[in-house]
């Protein structure tokens, strides 16, 4: 046994507790009687597989649930790594570098993923338990909105017919209801919300305005920009930033609009999703225009955004 490593280790447990007006002895004694820890309990394996609950008897409705359980648990890990980048404050290259690409690689996860849904479900099933889901829907992903409140200035996520009237000095709340998802939420002829964004904002309006607020300033394109003016025209690092953005706001979003085409447009049901959005015009990128960083894009790719062939259709994954 090495005296000297125990003796040091015991002094610096000492320096923790005291640190913290808390008695030694009381936490050494606690081990004494704490259980050894398990695979199981530290995952919470039991809790997180009684999470799936069908609303159908329908086997591959449980596929549709554990899909998207696993797109938030993704969506968690995306937003953990983005608040180390906005909680730190003038972030080093490196740092902001390594944490982007943990981003991005998750957000590939997702965009491949997209088969399982694709491929994975019989359409005639989709078709019968998706009518037990109404008036549900992905839209309703609050964390995916969280990831854009802090991927990018507010301005790039306004409805791109009314960018010329907001500005960072615009009240939050006008800011929100012109977001770009709101138009998918509304009817055309009245500009009445529907019951699905209803209550999106019901519970969910209070933290988005909260999170407007508190990434306007620190967001990963501000941060980007505290970084040396080197490392902002660094190549490798221009070309995550633009693989982060293409991802997401392209690639992502026709792998999830092609996955829902695949059902929705079966001829099997109404061709309307399941909250009665205009699915086509909210999912398709070309229409939206969710640029994050649209400074690192040319013009000629600004203006070919998502169209087919286009040149940022051939932008290189990383």
Same mark, same amino acid.
């Given at each position: 046994?090495?005296?000297?490593?125990?003796?040091?280790?015991?002094?610096?447990?000492?320096?923790?507790?005291?640190?913290?007006?808390q008695?030694?002895?009381?936490?050494?004694?606690?081990?004494?009687?704490?259980?050894?820890?398990?695979?199981?309990?530290?995952?919470?394996?039991?809790?997180?597989?009684?999470?799936?609950?069908?609303?159908s008897?329908l086997?591959?409705?449980?596929? *549709?649930?554990?899909?998207?359980? /696993?797109?938030?648990?993704? *969506?968690?890990?995306?937003? =953990?790594e983005?608040?180390?980048?906005?909680?730190?404050?003038?972030?080093?290259?490196?740092?902001?570098?390594?944490?982007?690409?943990?981003?991005?690689?998750?957000f590939?996860?997702?965009?491949?993923?997209?088969?399982?849904?694709?491929?994975?479900?019989? /359409?005639?099933?989709?078709?019968?338990?998706?009518n037990?889901?109404?008036?549900?829907?992905?839209?309703?992903?609050?964390?995916?909105?969280?990831?854009?409140?802090?991927?990018?200035?507010?301005?790039?996520?306004?409805?791109?017919r009314?960018?010329?009237?907001?500005?960072?000095?615009?009240p939050?709340?006008?800011?929100?209801?012109?977001?770009?998802?709101q138009?998918?939420?509304?009817?055309y002829?009245?500009?009445?919300?529907? *019951?699905?964004?209803?209550?999106?904002?019901?519970?969910?309006?209070?933290l *988005?305005?909260?999170?407007?607020?508190?990434?306007n300033?620190?967001?990963? =394109?501000?941060?980007?920009k505290?970084?040396?003016v080197?490392?902002?025209?660094?190549?490798?690092?221009?070309?995550?930033?633009?693989?982060?953005?293409?991802?997401?706001?392209?690639?992502?979003?026709?792998g999830?609009?092609?996955?829902?085409?695949?059902?929705?447009?079966?001829?099997r049901?109404?061709?309307?999703?399941?909250?009665?959005?205009?699915?086509?015009?909210?999912?398709?990128?070309?229409?939206?225009?969710?640029?994050?960083?649209?400074?690192? =894009?040319?013009?000629e790719?600004?203006?070919? =955004?998502?169209?087919?062939?286009?040149?940022?259709?051939?932008?290189?994954?990383i």
């Open positions: 046994m090495n005296t000297t490593h125990t003796d040091e280790l015991l002094n610096q447990i000492e320096d923790k507790f005291q640190a913290i007006n008695k030694t002895e009381t936490h050494l004694e606690g081990l004494l009687w704490s259980k050894p820890i398990t695979y199981w309990d530290y995952i919470q394996t039991d809790v997180l597989l009684n999470l799936q609950t069908q609303r008897t086997p591959d409705e449980m596929v *549709f649930i554990m899909y998207h359980q /696993v797109n938030e648990l993704l *969506f968690k890990m995306i937003l =953990w983005i608040q180390q980048i906005a909680h730190t404050e003038k972030p080093e290259t490196e740092f902001f570098t390594e944490r982007l690409m943990r981003i991005s690689r998750y590939d996860m997702l965009t491949t993923s997209f088969d399982i849904m694709k491929e994975g479900m019989e /359409v005639e099933q989709y078709m019968k338990f998706r037990t889901l109404t008036p549900a829907s992905g839209f309703q992903s609050a964390q995916y909105r969280l990831i854009e409140f802090a991927s990018t200035d507010l301005i790039n996520l306004i409805d791109y009314f960018r010329a009237t907001i500005d960072r000095n615009t939050y709340e006008h800011a929100f209801e012109h977001l770009y998802w138009a998918a939420g509304k009817d002829h009245t500009g009445k919300k529907s *019951f699905l964004i209803e209550e999106f904002e019901r519970k969910y309006k209070d *988005f305005l909260r999170n407007m607020k508190e990434y300033t620190i967001n990963l =394109w501000q941060k980007f505290q970084l040396p080197a490392d902002q025209n660094n190549p490798e690092l221009v070309k995550a930033m633009r693989h982060y953005d293409h991802t997401v706001n392209i690639t992502w979003t026709l999830h609009l092609n996955s829902a085409k695949k059902y929705i447009e079966s001829g049901g109404t061709g309307e999703a399941t909250g009665g959005s205009d699915w086509k015009r909210y999912m398709h990128p070309k229409y939206q225009r969710r640029i994050f960083f649209p400074e690192l =894009w040319s013009a790719e600004l203006a070919n =955004w998502a169209k087919k062939n286009s040149l940022i259709a051939q932008t290189p994954t």
